[in-house]
């Protein structure tokens, strides 16, 4: 899927095997956040007790098995972006955070983290990757894709962005259904209406 991102003409397409050594170069040897690899959400603090390669090795089982778990963004052959996209049921750990649990039984996909490679950073990646991962939950005939991320203008917002900012998922359509935190809406975009 090509997309617009800013100033960057991008390819979009889900993480299969076959791209397993496009995301490798874009995470690079330490896997993107401190090794995590997007395990977070599926093991909790749990992957920063194992090896980096332990992570590397699980998420790779992950997206050998399939379905994708996300989705790469291609500036021409380089990955600049991922975002991670997936049932909810997928990422056991947000229902661990009194912050993120679930608002209800639906069942949503959801978006749980981003990695935009430096140089490309405010450029409209992001965007590009929430507007095809809608596309993409739409698709699979998810009722909504929900996110969890930092209101950045809330004072004592954290500065670790990864899971996205609340003013891009915002312009894009997302409504605030839970503020358990005030900096950490839990955010959806109903696909029914699409």
């Keep these: 899927m090509a997309a617009e991102g800013g100033n960057v003409n991008l390819t979009i397409r889900p993480l299969t095997p076959s791209l397993w050594p496009a995301l490798e170069a874009l995470f690079g040897e330490h896997g993107a956040c401190n090794g995590c690899w997007c395990m977070y959400w599926r093991i909790g603090p749990e992957y920063h007790k194992r090896s980096r390669e332990k992570n590397r090795n699980a998420f790779r089982r992950i997206v050998r098995h399939g379905p994708p778990p996300g989705l790469l963004a291609f500036d021409g052959e380089r990955a600049v972006g991922w975002c ?85 998922f915002k312009r894009l359509g997302f409504k605030t259904v839970a503020l358990r935190e005030p900096s950490r809406p839990v955010m959806r975009h109903n696909l029914k209406a699409r």
């Design 84 to 168: 991670q996209l997936t049932p909810r049921q997928d990422l056991s750990w947000l229902n661990r955070k009194r912050t993120l649990q679930a608002v209800d039984d639906a069942p949503v996909w959801s978006i749980s983290c981003f990695y935009i490679r430096r140089g490309y950073r405010r450029k409209g990646v992001m965007s590009a990757l929430i507007r095809e991962a809608l596309n993409a939950a739409n698709r699979a005939k998810a009722p909504a894709v929900e996110a969890y991320p930092v209101d950045t203008k809330r004072p004592g917002s954290t500065s670790n962005v990864f899971t996205g900012t609340a003013s891009v």
